[in-house]
């Protein structure tokens, strides 16, 4: 049986995209049941709504407290029978009550190679730290912001003469690949959680290839 999830969002949403593109394959194991944002001028919303996916606006500013968001959240993923959340770009920080109502079934996507630059600005750190390799995270949430069992990464070179907003285009294009990737190894069984600990005995075999940045010669 398909894994039902829901989408946060709260802009465009170019990851959410991909997820429901990849969704449109048959034998995709995970359907897409609802996209939800916390700012009701989300993008993303109308996309969804254009795609025939239930697009739901909670605003975070109607509500007195955190708790008060997430509860309202939490009803409404509940009554599209969500089995697990992915966040797209879902700027806000969520309680532990919250992650621990989740737990083990709520995806994040973050623009670096994690445990490497977790937070904000990590293609700017990168640069300034002269990275020669960045790239992308699927992980499972915690608390602790972009912590949590990695699912999994992908590797983008860092070019002569990048800058963030071109280093920034080159990681989102591997985050497209890589989110539905992640997502499709969850949902299938291929990788399993167990606390803390990922069991990936369920997945393919890869080809080893090395990534070198600069390329050898």
């Given at each position: ?137 699927v992980h499972l949430m915690r608390l602790e912001m972009d ?16 800058t963030e907003e071109t280093l920034a285009a080159r990681v ?22 167990s606390g803390e600990d990922i069991d990936r005995s369920g ?15």
């Amino acid at each position: 049986m398909k894994k039902r999830i829901a989408i946060l969002i709260s802009g465009r949403g170019s990851n959410m995209m991909r997820l429901v593109e990849a969704a449109r394959d048959p034998a995709y194991p995970a359907e897409i049941v609802a996209v939800v944002s916390n700012r009701p001028d989300a993008e993303g919303l109308a996309w969804a709504q254009s795609h025939g996916i239930p697009a739901i606006a909670i605003d975070h500013k109607t509500f007195a407290t955190r708790t008060a968001f997430e509860a309202r959240l939490h009803t409404t993923l509940l009554d599209h029978r969500t089995d697990m959340i992915c966040c797209a770009g879902f700027l806000r920080m969520m309680t532990g009550g919250f992650i621990d109502r989740w737990h083990n079934r709520m995806l994040n996507i973050h623009p670096s190679l994690l445990p490497a630059f977790p937070g904000l600005d990590t293609h700017k750190r990168a640069l300034d730290q002269g990275v020669r390799i960045v790239g992308c995270t699927v992980h499972l949430m915690r608390l602790e912001m972009d912590t949590g069992p990695i699912i999994a990464q992908a590797a983008v070179p860092v070019l002569n003469g990048d800058t963030e907003e071109t280093l920034a285009a080159r990681v989102l294009a591997a985050e497209h690949r890589l989110y539905p990737h992640a997502l499709r190894l969850i949902a299938s069984g291929a990788v399993t959680v167990s606390g803390e600990d990922i069991d990936r005995s369920g997945e393919q075999p890869g080809s080893g290839g090395v990534l070198f940045s600069p390329p050898l010669a």
